[in-house]
């Protein structure tokens, strides 16, 4: 005991008074926070479109997103021709009721909240005047990314590609 205690007190000495406990914690720490910032940037998109098929372990409200996703490129795409968007109300049904990977999400007050926020949004597209369907459609890509800020912000950058320029 003795003569581990003496071999630590100069190799503590050794390193000017840095022990090694506290390097070990800071590189620990460090590798901490990159496998946390990996882990949060992949949210949400591990099984993303690299199969287009789908997964089996994708849920009923990860392929009901594929499909908004697709729906909501068509709008865009709609919006910058100058064309207008019709949406049938009952395709915004499944946001509610689909299955989440997370099953927590499901009963969440915060969820239908953006949920129902988006859904004004998108039937907003429905009687907005031409002069104003690029600034009401660039709010619904708003409300997309509100609700995926508090629940799934992988995508993130991804839905921020829907946006289009106004004023045009
Ligand atoms: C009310 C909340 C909410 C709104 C609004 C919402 N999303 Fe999502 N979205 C989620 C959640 C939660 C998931 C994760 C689903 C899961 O893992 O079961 C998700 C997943 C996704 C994914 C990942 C799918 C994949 O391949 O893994 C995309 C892309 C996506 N959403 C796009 C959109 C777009 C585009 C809109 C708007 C047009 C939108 N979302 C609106 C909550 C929302």
Redesign the pocket.
């Known amino acids: 005991m003795l003569v581990t205690e003496a071999l630590w007190v100069k190799f503590k000495i050794g390193h000017l008074g840095k022990t090694p406990t506290f390097a070990l914690m800071k590189y620990l720490l460090v590798l901490a926070f990159g496998v946390l910032v990996v882990a949060c940037g992949q949210?949400?998109?591990?099984?993303?479109?690299s199969s287009p098929a789908g997964n089996p372990a994708?849920?009923?409200?990860?392929?009901?997103?594929?499909h908004?996703?697709k729906?909501?490129?068509a709008?865009r795409d709609a919006v910058a021709n100058g064309g207008t968007v019709a949406v049938q109300p009952e395709m915004l049904d499944s946001?509610f009721t689909?299955?989440?990977?997370?099953g927590k999400?499901g009963d969440s007050v915060l969820?239908?909240?953006?949920?129902?926020?988006?859904?004004q949004e998108?039937l907003a597209l429905n009687t907005s005047t031409p002069q104003d369907l690029s600034s009401h459609y660039n709010l619904?890509?708003t409300?997309?990314?509100?609700?995926?800020r508090?629940?799934?912000p992988?995508?993130i950058k991804?839905?921020e590609k829907?946006r289009v320029s106004e004023g045009i």
Not at 43 to 49: D, I, L, P
Not at 143 to 148: L, Y
């Open positions: 949210q949400c998109e591990k099984h993303s479109s994708d849920s009923e409200l990860t392929l009901y997103m594929r908004l996703e729906q909501a490129q709008w946001l689909a299955v989440p990977t997370d999400i969820f239908s909240n953006f949920g129902l926020a988006f859904k998108v619904m890509v409300a997309c990314v509100n609700c995926h508090n629940f799934c992988g995508p991804r839905i829907l």
